[in-house]
């Protein structure tokens, strides 16, 4: 699927988060076509082909709510909880697996290498002004803790996106599974009931034999 990154602009992010948002969805729509004409092997390639290009396009937008200058999150007037709100954002850009057991100091690192050129950068928290005229009367356009309110904004975005992606590689998981318990994308579908789904919010399906081996390798291994 071709992404037409030219949309991704300083000038329209929210247009551009709105068209891969329904990229994502059409791609969800194709993959249950193929499932449902029973070609589990060719859903799972074809959604395993779609998710480097969101990975890529999904990460470009994030970078770009970011704003030109990230560093200016670490500021002391940002609210802490603003600041945790954007290194989460920044961990999943420089670690999205889930399944690894990856660093947090050397991730940390890595986060605060990218944006530490900002930290004594004026223009960073400089007021911003139409024109040289009001920059002479000290009449701002914005002032920097009018950008704050923005960059908060901002994240909330950049999270929507992130978690529209999310979904899409928890797609990939349930076909993976779906393929190992060798079952039908109907029987897949009837697994969790819509009574349940609807009382319970959501459910959480287990293959019940992986499990069982798994606790008699332990077994096993607390035998030897």
Same mark, same amino acid.
């Given at each position: ?10 000038q329209r ?16 729509s194709r ?92 223009? %960073? !928290? @400089? *007021?911003?002004?139409y024109d040289?005229?009001?920059? /002479?009367?000290? $009449?701002?356009? +914005? ?17 929507? %996106? !992130? @978690? *529209? ?7 990939? /998981?349930?076909? $993976?599974?779906? +393929? ?45």
């Amino acid at each position: 699927m071709n992404l037409n990154n030219q949309a991704i602009t300083d000038q329209r992010p929210l247009l551009a988060q709105q068209h891969l948002i329904r990229a994502l969805y059409a791609a969800t729509s194709r993959i249950r076509c193929y499932l449902m004409m029973g070609d589990l092997d060719l859903a799972r390639q074809r959604l395993l082909e779609d998710m480097p290009v969101f990975r890529e396009t999904t990460t470009r937008l994030v970078r770009l709510w970011f704003g030109p200058y990230p560093g200016a999150f670490f500021h002391k007037e940002v609210a802490p909880e603003t600041l945790e709100r954007f290194l989460h954002l920044q961990r999943w850009l420089h670690q999205d697996d889930v399944f690894t057991t990856a660093d947090d100091a050397h991730v940390l690192f890595a986060i605060i290498n990218e944006v530490r050129g900002d930290f004594w950068n004026p223009r %960073v !928290v @400089e *007021n911003e002004y139409y024109d040289k005229v009001n920059q /002479l009367l000290n $009449r701002p356009r +914005r002032t920097f803790q009018d950008r704050i309110g923005d960059l908060t904004g901002a994240l909330t975005q950049a999270e929507i %996106v !992130v @978690e *529209n992606f999310q979904r899409l590689m928890g797609f990939e /998981l349930e076909l $993976r599974s779906m +393929r190992l318990m060798k079952r039908s994308f109907d029987d897949w579908s009837q697994l969790v009931s819509e009574d349940e789904l609807q009382q319970h919010g959501g459910a959480i399906i287990v293959d019940k034999d992986v499990i069982e081996n798994l606790r008699h390798r332990q077994a096993a291994k607390a035998v030897q």
